[in-house]
């Protein structure tokens, strides 16, 4: 089975950012389910990474669930990735 999003981006802030710790944060309403997980640590240029195959693959990830994927990032300020993904009534 493939990583979630949220799994993916914990093992590349556990990876890559030189902090001990980060931050989840879960919210839904009655149409959306966000997932978002912050560092504050290392960062690293979004536009440049967005050409490689790990946030290429989150994207696709997110996207074959209906959802979207952001992040949000700069060299030594940390990094935000935020899923956004449609809850239907079943």
Known sequence: MAPTNKSKSLTNAARHSGEASVTVRVWADATTLGVQVEDRGAG????????????????????????????ESSPGVGTRVTSMFPLVAG
């Open 44 to 71: 690293f240029d979004p536009a440049a990474a967005s050409r490689g195959a790990g946030v290429a693959g989150m994207r696709e990830r997110a996207a074959s669930l209906g959802g979207e994927l952001t992040i």
